[in-house]
């Protein structure tokens, strides 16, 4: 599952924010992240909200005084945070609430893993949302692309050499 977490990620922060300056790229890894969790055989630290709030306390605390690196890293928590959202790791209490029901996680495994077909749905939607953002972003064209890997902003306003701006 990876659309799912990318779509909704992205269209929850821009519905929520409508920042035409949020920097999307670390949104998506965070977004994504994780996820990683599979390579240790299950939900793991990553699906527990300390994990993401110790993200963030990291990036406020790495950020002070640098307010365009903290708009960047603040990305990389907030999609951490939604992945848990979006994923349904709320309802696995022992993994999301670790370290506060004890020091074992157990052995569950992910959310992802546990919905077996109703994956498929998630993932159509999740294309769906990621086919609108494409379109929405103007991203058929190669230099818009090349922009927003460049500076993440995926819904800045295209200005147009024909467009009278009073």
Do not use: C
Not at 129 to 148: E, F, K, M, N, T
Request: hydrophobic letters at 55%; proline letters at 4%.
């Amino acid at each position: 599952m990876f659309l799912w977490f990318i779509g909704t990620a992205v269209i929850a922060v821009w519905y929520v924010f409508r920042d035409e300056r949020f920097d999307y790229r670390l949104l998506v890894v965070g977004a994504l992240l994780p996820e990683l969790d599979a390579l240790f055989g299950g939900m793991r630290w990553m699906h527990s909200l300390a994990f993401s709030v110790a993200l963030l306390i990291v990036v406020m605390a790495a950020s002070v005084g640098r307010r365009p690196r903290r708009k960047l890293l603040l990305g990389l928590a907030i999609g951490t945070f939604l992945h848990l959202v979006f994923d349904g790791a709320w309802a696995t209490t022992d993994v999301f609430w670790w370290p506060f029901t004890g020091a074992s996680i157990g052995d569950e495994p992910l959310p992802s893993v546990q919905r077996g077909w109703w994956n498929v749905p998630l993932e159509a939607a999740g294309l769906a949302i990621v086919v609108w953002a494409w379109r929405r972003a103007g991203l058929s064209d190669a230099a818009r692309r090349r922009a927003v890997l460049g500076n993440g902003r995926l819904f800045e306003p295209v200005v147009r050499a024909d467009t009278v701006i009073h």
